[in-house]
């Protein structure tokens, strides 16, 4: 049999065309503006889209179908997207406000456990690609599970239910469900999602499903290099043209839902300067984690690039202090750049108290130590390689890797 022998070929080669043009223009993106000329820029703005690629069908197709849901891994160490946090574990199910729903599993140690059930993604300007843009409904936090011997059984949708349970409405579409660690030991949730009134498997795919893929993926892969790192600097509150400094703290639209504050800094580093972070030591379960260009968290599988509380030395004067810089300084709170020239850095507040300002001080990297307390915690060569492990065995962990 060959091309033309179906009568489906003509209109599936041409969506499939259409969407490898749309994935070329996509990759024309990787040399914008916002991301510098240097080789490892260069070849992380193409990792950014080859990784968002192997999910691209996952999303609009594989998991798409909200009668048959599956939880989609979203972000983890070889793929990541809209900022991700490297100490959540990001997990999504596509759902409608018409079935009802049950999750089982393992609750897991993680001290941060939200799910949230997400509304309608809006038209118009200043709405970030799919699968982002809608707005949390209704959320359950950990403190609000009910466990019996650390297993849990939730439901979504249906009938009101005393515990355990999640309303859904005409404009449901999305569970998003965030877990967040700080010590390496923790252990992440294990769950898994079906429809409850399921009675038949589900339908072989049609061609016309996959042309509908096609094109959803193509809107996808277009949003991806389109979207990042223009939305948050024009509608996310981050200041471009003000590097090296945090802003004011602002709650945004569905962040009570989310569990949440946050605050990105986007910074600059010349090749001889490092950028102090500087804040009071405080409650609750903090996380800073760096990013790149393209607001996806570097490599926290091997590099010290995310910090929460239980992982940071804090100084005698009560202050934490966390030292950006592109070669390790010795200082125990070192924030590895990967020898970027320009990333961005998220704050994350979550649980107990309050979050706090975040003061920053620019100085060469030659006058890192005098800008630094004589107490400052450091390490030497054999700690930084023991830390690496801890960091590598706690990731895996977490990801079953």
């Not at 599956?70 to 759902?95: E, M, N």
């Not at 409405?169 to 999602?193: H, V, Y």
Request: net charge negative.
């Amino acid at each position: 049999m060959a091309f033309g022998d179906g009568e489906d070929d003509l209109a599936l080669h041409d969506a499939w065309a259409a969407f490898c043009d749309r994935l070329k223009a996509a990759g024309e993106q990787a040399f914008k503006d916002h991301n510098p000329g240097s080789g490892p820029h260069r070849a992380d703005a193409f990792r950014f889209l080859a990784q968002n690629l192997g999910q691209a069908f996952d999303l609009g197709f594989e998991t798409r179908d909200s009668r048959y849901p599956l939880l989609h891994a979203f972000s983890h160490p070889t793929r990541k997207l809209g900022g991700d946090c490297g100490d959540f574990t990001y997990h999504q199910a596509w759902i409608d406000g018409r079935s009802s729903y049950r999750i089982t599993g393992t609750r897991g140690t993680a001290p941060f456990f939200n799910v949230t059930v997400q509304g309608a993604r809006p038209d118009g300007p200043g709405v970030l690609h799919e699968p982002f843009g809608d707005v949390p409904e209704a959320n359950l936090t950990g403190e609000r599970l009910t466990t019996v011997n650390g297993e849990l059984d939730l439901f979504i949708g249906g009938p009101h239910r005393s515990a355990n349970w999640l309303p859904t409405t005409a404009r449901s579409r999305k569970l998003f469900i965030r877990q967040g660690f700080d010590d390496w030991d923790e252990t992440p949730a294990r769950l898994t999602i079906e429809r409850i009134d399921m009675d038949a498997p589900r339908p072989v795919p049609t061609p016309a499903a996959m042309i509908d893929a096609m094109e959803w993926a193509g809107d996808f892969v277009t949003g991806v290099m389109r979207d990042w790192p223009e939305f948050p600097f024009a509608y996310g509150g981050v200041d471009e043209h003000r590097p090296n400094a945090f802003p004011a703290l602002e709650s945004a639209d569905g962040d009570e839902k989310r569990g949440r504050a946050a605050t990105n800094m986007h910074w600059v580093l010349g090749p001889d300067e490092a950028l102090i972070v500087e804040f009071d030591a405080h409650d609750g379960l903090w996380m800073l984690t760096n990013m790149g260009p393209f607001f996806t968290s570097m490599d926290y599988l091997y590099r010290p690039v995310t910090y929460t509380p239980s992982r940071t030395a804090v100084d005698a004067d009560g202050k934490v202090r966390i030292v950006l810089a592109h070669d390790d300084p010795g200082v125990h709170n070192w924030m590895d750049t990967q020898r970027f020239e320009r990333g961005n850095l998220t704050y994350r507040h979550m649980l107990s108290g309050s979050p706090v300002p975040l003061h920053t001080r620019l100085v060469r990297a030659a006058d890192l130590d005098a800008a630094l307390p004589t107490d400052t915690v450091r390490v030497s060569p054999r700690e930084r390689v023991a830390q690496m492990w801890q960091r590598f065995d706690g990731i895996r962990r977490r990801y079953a890797m």
